[in-house]
């Protein structure tokens, strides 16, 4: 048993580091994954496993010392809670569809994740991470780049521009942002 709660402490150890890295990271537009998104491990679920983690783990030691069933249910009660935040967001994120792209030359990779607005990333080369460049906001959660409707307009040295429809129902009238990215 004692081999056990220190196992548990490792783990909580090291989920809480994980999760620090990652909150930091993400401050800074950087986020961590495995493969793209849209086939490999998202940022999402990276973070969504380390919370699970963390609150398990917590939640174990915490119970394993207390001897009070009230509080015991307390602590599970607030683990739960811990958890259901975090998995609302993924589920709600799960309908998210992925465009990728890349620069004239092939050397830059991009990727805009669409589920009620778009986000657009720059891909690593080595796709473990992806570096957020800009938001796209449109009309009623209007999904542009999954229906085509955009245009990528290339200015060197390292800048895009997007050209996008905001409104469904005005298909032909753009937006237009403007995103300067880093090139490898």
Known sequence: MKRMKTSIKIILVCSLIFLFILTLLSMNGIYIQLGTPSVGISHQFLNLLFIFTTVFSGVYLINYKQKDK?????????????????????????DAEYITFTSPDKKE????????????????????????????????????????????????????????????????????????????
């Open 70 to 94: 009230a509080l015991k249910g307390i602590v599970a009660a607030i683990g739960l809670f811990l958890l259901i935040i975090p998995l609302l967001n993924w589920i709600m994120s799960s």
């Open 109 to 184: 990779k991009f990727l805009i994740i669409e589920t009620g607005h778009g986000e657009l990333y720059q891909l690593s080369d080595s796709k473990l991470f992806m570096i957020h460049l800009a938001d796209i906001n449109t009309d009623d959660g209007f999904k542009p780049f999954t229906n085509k409707a955009f245009k990528l307009e290339w200015e060197e040295p390292n800048k895009l521009f997007i050209h996008y429809a905001f409104d469904y129902m005005e298909p032909d009238k753009y937006q237009k942002i403007s995103i300067t990215y880093k090139a490898h």
